[in-house]
Nanobody, 121 residues
Framework: QVQLTESGGGLVQPGDSLRLSCAVN????????MGWYRQAPGKQHELVAA???????HYAESVKGRFTISRDNDMNILYLQMNDLKPEDTGVYYC???????????????WGQGTRVTVSS
């Protein structure tokens, strides 16, 4: 089983940008569905962006137009570019290998340690 390691979080002000990275210690091309989830304090995990091997992208309504998910197949890294960050984007962000059931994406493994993003003035 490949390992996923998230990085890139931090404390930023509203309107700032961050780029999260997820290093895959195997071939990212072998993973059909990958995504970024976040868990806000006291809330469940929420899928914010998904990326399929064929290039199909999915975004939560709350991040559309601000976040961009992408893969670097050569470097085996999944990215999440986050622009115009808002306080409600605060949370721990997790990279995840997923499965798809009808139109639903589901996590396929245990949660890693994630990377914390705090948006505050």
């Amino acid at each position: 089983q490949v390992q996923l390691t998230e990085s890139g979080g931090g404390l930023v002000q509203p309107g700032d940008s961050l780029r999260l990275s997820c290093a895959v210690n195997g071939s990212i091309f072998s993973i059909t569905y990958m995504g970024w989830y976040r868990q806000a304090p006291g809330k469940q995990h929420e899928l914010v962006a998904a990326n399929t091997r064929s290039g199909i992208l999915h975004y939560a309504e709350s991040v559309k137009g601000r976040f961009t998910i992408s893969r670097d197949n050569d470097m085996n890294i999944l990215y999440l570019q986050m622009n115009d960050l808002k306080p409600e984007d605060t949370g721990v962000y997790y990279c995840m290998e997923m499965s798809k059931h009808n139109s639903d994406y589901r996590p396929r493994r245990s949660w890693g340690q994630g990377t914390r993003v705090t948006v505050s003035s």
